[in-house]
């Protein structure tokens, strides 16, 4: 799922194509996509988009008379620039946003359709669909801690529950526990004053080079395989390759069809934290350290 970085790329890309330019129409392909009936769609038809933002994880479409086209993209919706009057794929595709340069394409790749489109009017209509928590970019040391310590949980829930920090998934909460040296299980009612100002830091840091890395690399190119994985990242997806910074194997927690990945010896002081699927399967058996894990395999090979 795109998260704040590639939202923030997407916002990039469609300022110098689509601001103070007139949205001519929309046709959707998918009638699932669209989830509001008042407005109705058609009163965006010959409207300028005068302002981008992010909601969330959300893009907006700030349009004339206060109108407000939000996007949710989901895990697989993804938009494409193509030229005008470009046609909406048959399979995939949901909608088509068209201006005078070019037609914004809304796709999505999943068998399951769960991207979204809203069209709401005032400020008021889009609070609406702001789930309230920190903007991480903006809040302070002091607002950041609150809003962590607020609900007693582990920091990866934490920092992915929209309600507490906005515009963190799975894939760059990874990234910035591994930066602040904090294990993804942590309680957040346990960290001391030091750490969750790391945490803090680690979440600025790593959020904002993450997203000026990614429009560096998009240059003047509508971005095409905008997701929320980089071959550079440090854990995410890394999964038994070593960490970059102390060059142990990178282990992981998967739940569901949620992983985490973490470095053992930068985050929870070499001990391995069960997987739910493997450590009910191996019980007494289920290695405790690096060290036994090791052991496990080399003996395994033999």
Same mark, same amino acid.
């Given at each position: 799922?795109?998260?704040?970085?590639?939202?923030?790329? #997407?916002?990039?890309?469609? +300022?110098?194509?689509?601001?103070?330019?007139?949205? *001519?129409?929309?046709?959707?392909?998918?009638?699932?996509?669209?989830?509001?009936?008042?407005?109705?769609?058609? @009163?965006?038809?010959?409207?300028?988009?005068?302002?981008?933002?992010?909601?969330?994880?959300?893009?907006?479409?700030?349009?004339?008379?206060?109108?407000?086209?939000?996007?949710?993209?989901?895990?697989?919706?993804?938009?494409?620039?193509?030229?005008?009057?470009?046609?909406?794929?048959?399979?995939?595709?949901?909608?088509?946003?068209?201006?005078?340069?070019?037609?914004?394409?809304?796709?999505?790749?999943?068998?399951?359709?769960?991207?979204?489109?809203?069209?709401?009017?005032?400020?008021?209509?889009?609070?609406?669909?702001?789930?309230?928590?920190?903007?991480?970019?903006?809040?302070?040391?002091?607002?950041?801690?609150?809003?962590?310590?607020?609900?007693?949980?582990?920091?990866?829930?934490?920092?992915?529950?929209? +309600?507490?920090?906005?515009?963190?998934?799975?894939?760059?909460?990874?990234?910035?526990?591994?930066?602040?040296?904090?294990?993804?299980?942590?309680?957040?009612?346990?960290?001391?004053?030091?750490?969750?100002?790391?945490?803090?830091? @680690? @979440? *600025?840091?790593?959020?904002?080079?993450?997203?000026?890395?990614?429009?560096?690399?998009?240059?003047?190119?509508?971005?095409?395989?905008?997701?929320?994985?980089?071959?550079?990242?440090?854990?995410?997806?890394? #999964?038994?390759?070593?960490?970059?910074?102390?060059?142990?194997?990178?282990?992981?927690?998967? #739940?569901?069809?949620?992983?985490?990945? #973490?470095?053992?010896?930068?985050?929870?002081?070499?001990?391995?934290?069960?997987? +739910?699927?493997?450590?009910?399967?191996?019980?007494?058996?289920?290695?405790?350290?690096?060290?036994?894990?090791?052991?496990?395999?080399? +003996?395994?090979?033999?």
């Amino acid at each position: 799922m795109p998260e704040l970085p590639e939202v923030a790329l #997407y916002l990039h890309a469609l +300022r110098e194509r689509v601001l103070d330019e007139r949205l *001519q129409r929309v046709r959707i392909r998918s009638p699932s996509l669209l989830k509001s009936y008042d407005p109705p769609l058609s @009163a965006v038809h010959g409207k300028a988009v005068r302002e981008l933002r992010r909601v969330g994880k959300r893009i907006v479409l700030g349009l004339d008379d206060d109108l407000f086209l939000v996007v949710h993209l989901m895990i697989s919706g993804r938009f494409q620039w193509k030229p005008p009057g470009a046609s909406i794929p048959r399979k995939r595709g949901h909608a088509a946003f068209d201006f005078p340069q070019g037609a914004l394409l809304l796709t999505e790749t999943s068998t399951h359709k769960r991207a979204s489109l809203h069209l709401v009017r005032g400020e008021r209509g889009l609070a609406e669909h702001d789930p309230g928590g920190v903007e991480p970019l903006e809040a302070s040391a002091e607002r950041f801690a609150q809003a962590i310590r607020r609900e007693n949980r582990t920091l990866k829930r934490a920092l992915t529950d929209p +309600r507490i920090v906005s515009g963190i998934g799975n894939a760059h909460s990874d990234e910035i526990l591994w930066r602040a040296g904090l294990s993804p299980v942590a309680l957040t009612s346990r960290l001391d004053d030091a750490e969750v100002e790391r945490l803090h830091a @680690a @979440a *600025q840091a790593s959020l904002r080079e993450w997203s000026a890395r990614l429009v560096e690399e998009a240059g003047d190119r509508f971005p095409t395989k905008v997701t929320a994985f980089h071959p550079a990242m440090a854990t995410h997806g890394k #999964y038994g390759e070593p960490c970059p910074r102390c060059g142990t194997a990178v282990q992981r927690i998967v #739940y569901a069809t949620r992983e985490t990945n #973490y470095c053992p010896n930068c985050q929870t002081g070499g001990k391995l934290l069960a997987d +739910r699927s493997l450590s009910r399967l191996l019980r007494r058996d289920w290695p405790r350290t690096v060290e036994e894990m090791e052991g496990l395999r080399r +003996r395994g090979r033999r």
